[in-house]
DNA sequence: GGACTGACACTGG
DNA sequence: ACCAGTGCCAGTC
């Protein structure tokens, strides 16, 4: 286990409820801004699910992973959904609503 | 140590 | 605006 990594769950846990950030806001946090590549192995390895809500990560299309993990792209709707987090109708979360920005 | 892979992002046509 | 190609970083073989 990495500091790369203590650090990506560090920034995924910073995601306020209601809000999501993409794999490159992570890279951002982490200090390698060109990392988004890397956050996405990070959360696959997702050593820690429960307190990691991978949930909140999305792609800059606001869109998820094909293969994803915990039960299918239904379950992550939901989940933020249950956050208060707008989705489009086309399936994808409304990032120019809920796009987490670290501003402190 | 080198090469391939992977839940992405950006630029160019 | 959309599709294709390239760049990046860390991990694993």
């Given at each position: 286990?990495?500091?790369?990594?203590?650090?990506?769950?560090?920034?995924?846990?910073?995601?306020?409820?209601?809000?999501?950030?993409?794999?490159?806001?992570?890279?951002?946090?982490?200090?390698?801004?060109?990392?988004?590549?890397?956050?996405?192995?990070?959360?696959?390895?997702?050593?820690?699910?429960?307190?990691?809500?991978?949930?909140?990560?999305?792609?800059?299309?606001g869109?998820?992973?094909?293969?994803?993990?915990?039960?299918?792209?239904?379950v992550?709707?939901?989940?933020?959904?249950?956050?208060?987090?707008?989705?489009?109708?086309?399936?994808?979360?409304?990032?120019?609503?809920?796009?987490?920005?670290?501003?402190?």
């Open positions: 286990m990495s500091a790369f990594y203590d650090a990506v769950y560090r920034a995924v846990e910073r995601i306020p409820r209601g809000k999501v950030a993409t794999y490159g806001q992570i890279a951002l946090l982490c200090g390698r801004p060109r990392a988004s590549r890397a956050v996405g192995w990070a959360l696959h390895q997702n050593p820690l699910p429960g307190i990691i809500p991978c949930h909140r990560v999305v792609n800059r299309k869109g998820m992973a094909p293969a994803f993990a915990f039960g299918g792209p239904q992550q709707r939901g989940l933020l959904e249950a956050e208060g987090v707008p989705f489009l109708p086309e399936g994808q979360v409304d990032l120019s609503r809920a796009l987490w920005t670290p501003d402190f």
